[in-house]
Structure formats: C-alpha cells, structure tokens
C-alpha cells in the first residue's frame, strides 16, 4: 500500500527512488498483487450489479477466485506488452534504460488497478505516471515525453486506419463482383 501512495501522490521522488535497485522481481510482484486487485473490484462490482439487477447467480460468487487470479495474470501480460511498445518508442527518442521502463509501467500499475476502471479519469491517471516516470527515468524533456506518450497511440490509430480502409476496400470490391 506505500508503495502504491507514493507512485501515485509522488510519482516523480518515487521514480527517481526505484531505479536506485536492481531487478524486476519486486516491480513484477507488485504488478501481479495489483492485478489481484483489479480482479476483486471487478468480481466486486459484478455481484453487485448482479444483485441489483436482478441477474445474482450462485454461478458469479463461485467465478470470483477465477476473475481474481486472471486479473493477476492480466496485469502481468499488460505491463509486458506495455512496456515493450512503450520502449520501443522511448528507444526512438533515444532512451536506453530497459530496466527503467518495465519499473515504470509495473509500478503503474497498483494505482491503476484502483482507479483504472473508472472512465476516463484512469486513463488520465495512467498518462500522469507514464509521464511523471518517462520524465524522471529517462532524463527527458517535458516536450519529449508528451512526444513518447502520444507516439504509440497515433500509430495505433493510423494502423486502425489503415486495416479499416483496406477490409472496406476489400468488401466493396467483393459487393461490385
């Protein structure tokens, strides 16, 4: 629970702080624990929209353990892709530190598993610890991180793009003959 305070109410002391130790073995352990969590708020808020819907199920209390466990394993899988693409584009920019980076999105990932399910204000929360830890690990200028920030979403953007316009290229082409 520190840990998770600090990140989030002092995401740069805290960034400057965790790439003093080695390793990822805690960053990872935190990143599953905080998944548990996720996974618990989720079955949480699932017996209760359950009960107040009218669709309570016995078939809800006993999927809680298998929601919970996959919300670690889920936390995990995301911190891992999330800091290979988000690497990627701090490497173009010319930031180094691997190790920096995965410490970064793992230990974002405790507030988010609290807030991040709310809309909008969890994404926006998420950009903050992003940025505050690109910032400080890194040695980037604001500029630059704002830069390595919008960077994955507008080349994911352009590639929807792209696969939209060649599957609505495609289907017309099969409507016409």
Known sequence: M????KVSFDPVE?????DRYEGLKFPLKYTFVSGLIMGLIFSILTIIGGILGGDFS???IISSPVTILTGGLFMVSMVASTTLIQHLFIKLMGGSNWRGTAKIISYASGPTALVGWIPLL????ILYLYYNGIKTVHGFSKKKAIIVLVL????IGILIVLVSVLLGGLLFSMLLG
């Open 58 to 60: 016995v078939t809800t």
């Open 122 to 125: 969890g994404q926006i929360f």
């Open 2 to 5: 520190q840990t998770t305070k």
């Open 152 to 155: 994955p979403y507008l080349a």
């Open 14 to 18: 805290f960034y400057r702080l965790s």
